[in-house]
């Protein structure tokens, strides 16, 4: 159910850039005819040549009224893009929004190999891409036990779920191809882009928080926090010092005792917040049900109380003195 009229954003500026790629020559591949279009006259077309791969998509919005003392940048998980932060699968404002409206410059990427930011041949690529079926995310992105089913009678929800189970197809929709063999170039990108835009906060989800922390462990100096929302991915426990003076804020949702993957993933996270922490770094985990707030997914951005959510992530930030 969309939520009601807003006022209006009041974006100043807005815009979008490619950072990161790099030129791959192929050879040896024959030419080949193409007709690009039916009834057009077929092209020649030679494969062999230079190709630029590896760029990332980035889009940005400017507020009137700038609140957020650095920017902060909105990095998705694995088999997602930038979308996951745009609206909820049942069409309500997501967290882009809400951090333009509090005043924040809002930087959303399209990681590496998805959406906006392109892809790569097999010539260049020549690992599978990993595809979700329809049932799959619906156990392990933690919004019910199994896998969906289009019969509401054969599917069900945790007991007290938020995350929009009507809008789950239109979240489905969303969902595109990951190849499990480009962190080192989304990597790159993502680095590129705190070059290029930061000091920054940044906030990232599932995959992103290997993202998120190694290149936060590379640049220090220019990621003045970061949040890790539900971390799938991490960051290096040799590196752990590099982030002493990078306040760290982790969010996890309910459910977790319940799922095969989850409490290993969470106990690994948590290993490492200790090794910030011995490392003279300050870190806060939420684990939301410990503080009431019950029924969130994995995707906690488009759960129902997803502002509830960014509330909290936007009083921590106010806590540390990154807003006027």
Do not use: C
């Given at each position: 159910m969309a939520q009601s009229k807003l006022p209006p954003l009041n974006v100043v500026d807005m815009g979008s850039f490619h950072v990161g790629g790099r030129l791959v020559e192929i050879s040896g591949r024959p030419i080949k005819e193409v007709v690009f279009s039916p009834g057009s006259a077929p092209a020649k077309i030679d494969p062999?040549?230079?190709?630029?791969?590896?760029?990332?998509?980035?889009?940005?919005?400017?507020p009137k009224d700038v609140k957020g003392k650095?920017?902060?940048?909105?990095?998705?998980?694995?088999?997602?893009?930038?979308?996951?932060?745009?609206?909820?699968?049942d069409g309500r404002e997501g967290w882009q929004n809400y951090f333009i409206r509090k005043g924040w410059k809002t930087y959303v990427s399209d990681a590496v190999e998805r959406g906006r930011s392109g892809w790569a041949s097999p010539d260049i690529w020549p690992t599978e891409p990993q595809f979700l079926t329809v049932e799959n995310p619906w156990g392990r992105f933690r919004m019910g036990p199994g896998n969906w089913s289009d019969d509401s009678t054969k599917r069900?929800?945790?007991?007290?779920?938020?995350?929009?189970?009507?809008?789950?197809?239109?979240f489905m929709k969303q969902v595109v191809p990951r190849w499990t063999t480009t962190d080192a170039a989304t990597i790159a990108a993502y680095t590129e882009l705190v070059d290029r835009v930061c000091p920054c906060v940044v906030l990232v989800h599932s995959q992103g928080g290997q993202f998120g922390q190694k290149v936060a462990q590379a640049r220090p100096d220019?990621?003045?926090?970061?949040?890790?929302?539900?971390?799938?991915?991490?960051?290096?426990?040799?590196?752990a010092a590099a982030l002493k003076d990078t306040p760290i804020l982790t969010i996890y949702g309910d459910y977790i005792d319940q799922d095969?993957?989850?409490?290993?993933?969470?106990?690994?996270?948590l290993a490492l917040n200790q090794k910030y922490i011995d490392?003279?770094?300050?870190?806060?985990?939420?684990?939301?049900?410990?503080?009431?707030?019950?029924?969130?997914?994995h995707m906690l951005m488009m759960d129902r109380n997803n502002i509830q959510i960014a509330d909290l992530i936007e009083a921590w930030l106010k806590k540390k003195g990154f807003t006027r």
């Open positions: 062999n040549g230079n190709y630029l791969v590896e760029q990332m998509y980035v889009q940005y919005f400017i650095l920017p902060i940048l909105l990095w998705h998980g694995g088999g997602l893009t930038g979308v996951t932060y745009e609206t909820t699968p069900t929800q945790f007991q007290g779920s938020l995350f929009p189970a009507e809008g789950y197809l239109n220019k990621v003045k926090a970061l949040i890790l929302v539900e971390p799938a991915g991490f960051g290096d426990p040799a590196k095969s993957r989850w409490p290993t993933i969470r106990k690994t996270q490392a003279g770094g300050s870190v806060d985990v939420i684990n939301l049900p410990d503080i009431g707030i019950k029924g969130n997914s």
